[in-house]
């Protein structure tokens, strides 16, 4: 089953405390990315990456890291959560697609991050 | 850079009637994909519908439809036949078409649709 798979789900944290998110697709997708979702804002792209080793900042990239070592694979980090750090994030991937053609994002479960 | 608004953050609907929630968009581009999004109480983002700006056609999925407006920059969603499994937050996401490039979701704020039986 095509499927993005993000862990964990649920997190309560500490401010400073680093901590790991991850995500992996099994549909072969060159392009992968993180959102956060807020309460009256939507969903904002934090990172994203067109291929291994290759990343970039999205709308919000401040206080988060993310590494794409495998095709299948893009953790988001946090190396020092803070309180607005608290959100609902969700990967999402896709094929880049060439010419005329819409891509449709997967996306992922979404994890209820908490930092308190 | 491209935003998305939608100016109804709650509305409800009776079972069996018909709703439309609306979306505008501001950009530059002129080739882009339109989406809306349904996210129940489970968090999933479930893709609802899409739309490619350069065909004229409004598209339909079921009982989804939407009315596209590329002069106006309209990309509104009908639900006919509501049911209560469409209770869900509705999102609307603007994509611009880039051949290869990056596949950034612009999303709107959303709009909580309450179907009441």
């Known amino acids: 089953e095509a499927q993005v798979t993000q862990n964990p789900r649920y997190l309560i944290t500490v401010t400073g405390k680093k901590l790991t998110v991850t995500c992996s697709q099994n549909?072969?997708?060159?392009?992968m990315s993180w959102y956060r979702q807020d309460p009256g804002l939507g969903l904002r792209q934090i990172y994203y990456?067109?291929?291994?080793?290759?990343?970039d900042k999205g709308d919000v990239p401040e206080g988060y890291k993310v590494s794409r070592k495998e095709k299948r694979n893009f953790p988001l980090i946090l190396e020092s959560p803070s309180p607005n750090q608290t959100s609902l994030y969700f990967c999402?991937?896709?094929?880049?697609?060439?010419?005329?053609?819409?891509?449709?994002?997967?996306f992922g479960q979404g994890t209820r991050l908490t930092v308190v | 850079a491209q935003t998305v608004t939608q100016s109804q953050p709650e509305m409800s609907v009776q079972e069996a009637e018909t709703v439309t929630l609306s979306c505008t968009y501001d950009?530059?581009?002129?080739?882009?994909?339109l989406f809306w999004y349904k996210q129940p109480p489970s968090r999933q983002m479930i893709l609802v519908i899409r739309?490619?700006?350069?065909?004229?056609q409004n598209a339909t999925e079921n009982r989804f439809s939407v009315n596209f407006q590329k002069a106006a920059k309209s990309f509104s969603l009908k639900i006919s036949d509501s049911q209560l499994g469409d209770t869900a937050m509705y999102f609307c996401a603007f994509m611009k078409h880039s051949t290869g490039s990056a596949r950034q979701l612009t999303f709107g704020s959303g709009t909580q649709l309450t179907v009441l039986p």
């Open positions: 999402a991937s896709s094929l880049l697609g060439q010419g005329r053609g819409i891509t449709e994002a997967f």
């Open positions: 739309q490619e700006a350069y065909k004229q």
């Open positions: 950009t530059s581009e002129s080739n882009y994909y």
């Open positions: 549909m072969n997708h060159e392009y």
């Open positions: 990456s067109m291929n291994v080793e290759v990343t």
